[in-house]
Structures are given as structure tokens and as C-alpha cells.
């Protein structure tokens, strides 16, 4: 518990700006208004990603579909079509609050499950990375107003790849 105004009031050599300052700070704190207070923590942070998003790259339609954030959890799954409608991928992601990290687990149709760690988190962007994986080593995603940019990128076959993404907010219910 940080000590209250009147505490540092006494010091002669604490300045005026700096005893404002802590005021401030006291204040906030006792009132419970403090900015850091409203900060979401953990999976919350991730709140901006939930909904549904869809990408069109050529004749294939990526469609993705978040659940909001619950139980230390967001769960989402996404699928691509092709021109024809046929079904080419499917994924199932679970994004949770691990101990030290928010944790990305990925389980990709005819693919083993692999799981990637933030290294970055900011108010509307989150990058994963697993150095031991194959392909991809990165997974990030950025949202801007109704789009969200996503990527994968990594060394494959000795050169640097990266794949982009590009979603826009897309109706949940039914066509």
C-alpha cells in the first residue's frame, strides 16, 4: 500500500510537483478510480479479438470464430473453403492464461497440436512464437477498427516465409 499525501508532506526537500504527484496517486488509489484498476488483465486483454472474421484469398473464403473470454479461456475455430465450396483446413484454437504467458494451442486438421507463447501483447495486438516449431515459429494478429490482420511466419526450408491475413468483421448468425 503506497503511503498517504500527508505522509510525504513533512519531508522538506519533496517538491511541490512531486508531492501533487503522489496526491494524485493517493487519491486515485483511495477512491478506486485508479486508471490501472480499469486496465483488463490476463486473457481479458484479448476481449478486442472476439467475434467472427472472414478473408477472401482468391477463390478460398478463412472464416474464424472467437468466443469472448471466459474461464481464463478463448476458444476458436476456423475453417477455409474453396471456390467450389468444398472443405480444404479446419482448426481448433484454444487461447488461455498460462502462468506466465498467454498460451496459443493450436490443433490444425491432419496436423499435430502445437502450442505458442506471447511475446508481445499490446491493446489490440498479440504475437505467439514457438522457436521449435516448424512452420510457423509466429502467429500475430492486430486489429484495426473492423479488420484484423493475422500472419504466420517463420523459417521454412531454410528461408524466411511469412503469410498475411487479412479479416474484416463478419455476421456470426446465419447468411
Known amino acids: 500500500m503506497l503511503p ?10 519533496i517538491q511541490h510537483g512531486w508531492s501533487m504527484v503522489l496526491a494524485g496517486c493517493s487519491f486515485a488509489l483511495a477512491s478506486g478510480d485508479s486508471a490501472l484498476a480499469q486496465l483488463p488483465s490476463g486473457i481479458e486483454r484479448l476481449a478486442w479479438f472476439q467475434g467472427c472474421w472472414e478473408a477472401k484469398m482468391g477463390n478460398r473464403i ?14 476458436g475455430v476456423g475453417r ?3 471456390g467450389a465450396g468444398e472443405l ?6 484454444v487461447i488461455r492464461q498460462g502462468e506466465d504467458h498467454i498460451v496459443y494451442e493450436a490443433h ?3 496436423q499435430p497440436s502445437a502450442q505458442f ?3 508481445n501483447v499490446a491493446e489490440s495486438r498479440i504475437v505467439f512464437e514457438n522457436l521449435k516449431h516448424d512452420f ?7 486489429r484495426k477498427g473492423d479488420a484484423l490482420q493475422a500472419w ?7 528461408k524466411p516465409r511469412r503469410i498475411d491475413f487479412s479479416y474484416k468483421r463478419a455476421s456470426c448468425g446465419p447468411a
Open 4 to 13: 498517504s499525501y500527508r505522509t510525504f508532506t513533512g519531508f522538506p526537500r
Open 62 to 75: 478463412v472464416e474464424e470464430h472467437w468466443m469472448a473470454p471466459r474461464g481464463s479461456t478463448m476458444i
Open 80 to 82: 477455409t473453403t474453396g
Open 88 to 93: 480444404m483446413d479446419y482448426e481448433l484454437v
Open 108 to 110: 490444425p486438421s491432419g
Open 117 to 119: 507463447f506471447s511475446v
Open 136 to 142: 510457423p515459429q509466429r502467429i500475430g494478429f492486430e
Open 152 to 158: 504466420i511466419e517463420g523459417m521454412r526450408n531454410g
